[in-house]
């Protein structure tokens, strides 16, 4: 649809991102925002490895038909893989100037076509003016309403991939995206109310928008994933269709998931068991994570029997600190990452040109600190607050991993959050090992050396009873060890709980060779007063 009006470029700023060149207004009407411009070319290089993954495995499909037939059988001979045709159907479904939308046209390998929809008359006549401009002749506009177009359209006339990309939350579009999904399509989610989803001051909004609550204070922003995922994850549950996360970051001001939709009524028995509550403590920051349901695999590793979970895993106060507990979620308790899906973006990313992608670094370095996450240990912490509540000096972090590796536990590195650490080590093992390397320093020996420890000036001395490090100081935190756990330490009543701080190990070597990595995390401002901007009226 042509805009009939003869462009005069001199009324118009040209804006260069990718391969697309977007014309502006000089008297700003449509939303434009420089800051998503990481968003925007992790975006691309994400639906291009969904692409090539689906093809692939499309591929598969076929040869395994075809190896099937009697006459293959016969013949011995294996059909030479086709070359795809385009066949990529992609909304964009709040699209302001349409650039996202070009890009995926011009950029993306084997997109078919391209829906670029908006609400807004001023916007779709820029949209419509910039993929004249561009030639972008796989890109058309759709003036209306997002939830109104998502919702009627016929499962003959469904998307691969659904863009949403609302300013603030995305959660009114979900129902009518997931109608608007292919089988096995890729839906992109951006949501920009971390205040909410990553706050501590609206519980109660968060609830509303999301069916859960957020971390009060520790790893919200890894909760905020979260709870996006539980709130997708349960919408998408009532139409049979089950979510698999393949790439969940938490960047700037926002959050941004790539998840793939399957029509699965088996999957989405599992839900309930890959639905979480957390107890997180008030005083220590303790997480104690209460699965909702219970799943049962057989020797394939497949689902085949579900329950009821046991719990709670906890009484109403920390056993660690005193504190009380904050029940928080539900919110989602599976994996964030898929390895594969991360690795074919960074293979995808290495082919791309600095000049074009002016965020290939920065997609480099978060991908790869997402892709080392433990998968299995949900929520990170951050050492130095835990130092402050134990009023004790910081611990190097080479030898606070090299301390949980010897112990025989995981960590790793976290991309929401520079110098916190993700470990499978139970919390109370975490404040052990601070107590150890506190008593260390003081070459405290034994345990009735605590009023040294209580009282020494490089220690604990302005912990006071009404603290949360008062009964962490206070208390054999080893005899609230589970019988496993000790076993598993090695404790026994001759064979007290030793640190080692000092041997490296396979977990200490792995997280400090990534540490001295050079890992671009946030973004260089390309112009001045590079940054989000205001709501377009």
């Not at 000096?393 to 536990?409: D, E, R, T």
Request: with cysteine.
């Amino acid at each position: 649809m042509s805009t009939n009006t003869p462009l005069n470029i001199d009324d118009y700023t040209v804006i260069t991102e990718g391969k697309a060149h977007i014309l502006t207004p000089k008297e700003y009407k449509v939303f434009y925002n420089p800051v998503q411009q990481f968003n925007r070319d992790l975006s691309t290089a994400g639906i291009r490895a969904w692409s090539e993954l689906y093809v692939a495995e499309q591929e598969a499909k076929k040869q395994e038909k075809i190896k099937e037939t009697e006459e293959i059988k016969e013949m011995n001979v294996k059909a030479e893989p086709s070359t795809p045709a385009p066949f990529i159907n992609i909304l964009e479904a709040l699209s302001a100037t349409g650039l996202r939308a070009i890009r995926y046209g011009k950029e993306i390998p084997l997109v078919k076509n391209v829906v670029a929809n908006d609400m807004l008359d001023e916007a779709v006549y820029a949209i419509n003016r910039n993929i004249e401009y561009n030639a972008a002749s796989n890109v058309v506009a759709n003036h209306g309403d997002a939830i109104k177009y998502m919702s009627n359209l016929p499962s003959d006339k469904t998307f691969h991939v659904v863009d949403l990309d609302p300013y603030g939350t995305a959660a009114p579009f979900i129902d009518s995206a997931l109608n608007a999904i292919s089988n096995d399509g890729l839906m992109l989610v951006t949501c920009t109310d971390l205040g909410v989803l990553a706050g501590a001051g609206f519980p109660e909004k968060c609830f509303a928008l999301y069916g859960g609550t957020t971390l009060p204070k520790g790893a919200s922003h890894e909760a905020a994933l979260r709870l996006v995922l539980h709130m997708i994850a349960t919408t998408a549950a009532k139409y049979k269709k089950a979510i698999e996360p393949v790439l969940c970051l938490s960047i700037d001001f926002y959050v941004r998931l790539f998840i793939r939709v399957r029509t699965s009524p088996i999957k989405v028995k599992e839900l309930a068991s890959n639905t979480m509550i957390t107890y997180h403590c008030s005083g220590c920051g303790a997480n104690a994570n209460q699965r909702l349901g219970k799943c049962e695999t057989n020797a394939k590793g497949t689902a085949n029997k579900f329950g009821w979970a046991a719990g709670p895993p906890v009484s109403s106060h920390c056993h660690n600190c005193g504190f009380l507990n904050h029940v928080c979620g539900p919110m989602w308790a599976g994996p964030l990452q898929n390895h594969t899906f991360i690795d074919k973006i960074l293979a995808i990313n290495a082919t791309l040109d600095d000049e074009t992608y002016g965020t290939r670094a920065r997609i480099t370095g978060m991908l790869t600190l997402a892709r080392q996450e433990l998968s299995d240990a949900p929520f990170y912490f951050d050492p130095t607050k835990l130092t402050s509540i134990l009023k004790t000096q910081p611990i190097p972090m080479k030898s606070l991993v090299a301390a949980l590796g010897n112990s025989g536990f995981e960590v790793s590195l976290t991309h929401a959050s520079s110098g916190a650490i993700k470990t499978n080590a139970p919390w109370s093992v975490v404040l052990e090992v601070f107590k150890q390397k506190l008593a260390e320093k003081l070459e405290i020996a034994d345990e009735s050396a605590k009023a040294k420890l209580q009282s020494s000036a490089n220690g604990s001395k302005n912990i006071t009873s009404g603290m949360a490090g008062y009964k962490i100081m206070n208390q054999d935190l080893t005899q609230s060890f589970s019988k496993e756990l000790k076993e598993r330490l090695g404790i026994t009543e001759q064979t007290p709980f030793i640190v080692d701080f000092e041997t490296p190990n396979e977990v200490s070597k792995r997280v400090e060779k990534l540490r001295k990595v050079k890992i671009v995390r946030f973004q260089q401002n390309p112009t001045k007063n590079w940054g989000p901007k205001a709501k377009p009226q």
